[in-house]
């Protein structure tokens, strides 16, 4: 197995890309899985409605407050844990999501833009809410981030390409991470590789090879904004850890 390394290729905003070696596909989508269906964050769950005359109905409105993201301390708030949020605004008015008032001044809404409803003059909503922290697995409002993953390549590179062939190499490269330095074929970006297999189709295998490496992988990850994306994985850790030593746990209670 390669030697293990972690490394941050890329983080914008929400956005992370992080390179892993010396880990298994299994390793990989185990953590995948965690991330977007185990690890708890809150979202609105429960609504008492006590005025809403506007054109939305109840329904629509309440799902509208539960996709709103909301920020949230994993160490202050486990799983099942709730907060009051508050929202009251009279029309004529455009209500946004930085309408709504929460119980802990801890927790903010991410994206405090977001349009919830119109309302015109002598039209009111009044709600009394509860976010709640759950689980992606249990509804789609409660997934921290998105992510994914693909493989890291390995080139085998003929030294003795023809130029012609060389530049045909090149050019059939996507995502232009090929050059000729001089006679020799060079790989600029290997974590960018998405292992198409243009060049290998016009170079030939015996001249230009990419396999993939079943222990070198490159995650791409956003997240809603509820956490940063390290807090995300290192919560999932927490979980994937949780339930080995509750299996190994149980493989001793049967020996």
Same mark, same amino acid.
């Not at 189709?201 to 940063?228: A, H, L, R, W």
């Given at each position: 197995?390669?030697?293990?390394?972690?490394?941050?290729?890329?983080?914008?905003?929400?956005n992370?890309?992080?390179?892993?070696?010396?880990?298994?596909?299994?390793?990989?989508n185990?953590?995948?899985?965690?991330?977007?269906?185990?690890?708890?964050?809150?979202?609105?769950?429960?609504?008492?409605?006590?005025?809403?005359?506007?054109?939305?109905?109840?329904?629509?409105?309440?799902?509208?407050?539960?996709?709103?993201?909301?920020?949230?301390?994993?160490?202050?708030?486990?799983?099942?844990?709730?907060?009051?949020?508050?929202?009251?605004?009279?029309g004529?008015?455009?209500?946004?999501?930085?309408?709504?008032?929460?119980?802990?001044?801890? @927790?903010?809404v991410?994206?405090?833009?977001?349009?919830?409803? +119109?309302? #015109? !003059?002598? &039209?009111?909503?009044?709600? =009394? $809410?509860?976010?709640?922290?759950g689980?992606?697995?249990?509804?789609?409002?409660?997934?921290?981030?998105?992510?994914?993953?693909?493989?890291?390549?390995?080139?085998?590179?003929?030294?003795?390409?023809?130029?012609?062939m060389?530049?045909?190499?090149?050019?059939?490269?996507?995502?232009?991470?090929?050059?000729?330095?001089?006679?020799?074929?060079?790989?600029t970006?290997?974590?960018?590789?998405?292992?198409?297999?243009?060049?290998?189709?016009?170079?030939?295998?015996?001249?230009?090879?990419v396999?993939?490496?079943?222990?070198?992988?490159?995650?791409?990850?956003?997240s809603?904004?509820g956490?940063?994306?390290?807090? @995300?994985?290192?919560?999932?850790?927490?979980?994937?850890?949780? +339930?080995? #030593? !509750?299996? &190994?746990?149980?493989?001793e =209670? $049967?020996?």
């Amino acid at each position: 197995m390669a030697k293990n390394m972690v490394k941050a290729l890329n983080e914008k905003g929400n956005n992370s890309q992080i390179l892993i070696k010396g880990t298994s596909v299994a390793m990989i989508n185990a953590l995948r899985r965690t991330v977007m269906s185990e690890v708890p964050t809150l979202a609105i769950e429960e609504l008492t409605i006590y005025e809403n005359n506007g054109v939305l109905f109840d329904e629509f409105l309440g799902q509208r407050l539960g996709l709103v993201p909301l920020s949230m301390d994993p160490k202050a708030y486990k799983l099942g844990d709730k907060v009051k949020v508050m929202l009251e605004v009279s029309g004529p008015a455009t209500v946004y999501s930085k309408d709504l008032v929460i119980g802990d001044p801890a @927790i903010e809404v991410v994206n405090k833009n977001i349009p919830l409803a +119109k309302l #015109k !003059a002598n &039209q009111r909503i009044r709600i =009394e $809410a509860e976010a709640v922290a759950g689980m992606g697995k249990d509804h789609v409002k409660f997934q921290p981030a998105i992510m994914g993953y693909r493989m890291m390549p390995i080139f085998t590179i003929n030294e003795d390409i023809p130029a012609e062939m060389a530049k045909k190499i090149v050019e059939s490269c996507p995502v232009n991470i090929i050059e000729l330095k001089g006679k020799k074929l060079n790989i600029t970006e290997p974590s960018d590789c998405t292992l198409c297999g243009m060049c290998e189709e016009v170079g030939g295998s015996k001249n230009f090879q990419v396999d993939p490496d079943e222990t070198g992988f490159v995650i791409n990850m956003e997240s809603m904004g509820g956490m940063s994306n390290s807090q @995300i994985i290192e919560q999932a850790f927490v979980v994937l850890e949780g +339930k080995a #030593k !509750a299996f &190994q746990k149980q493989i001793e =209670e $049967a020996l």
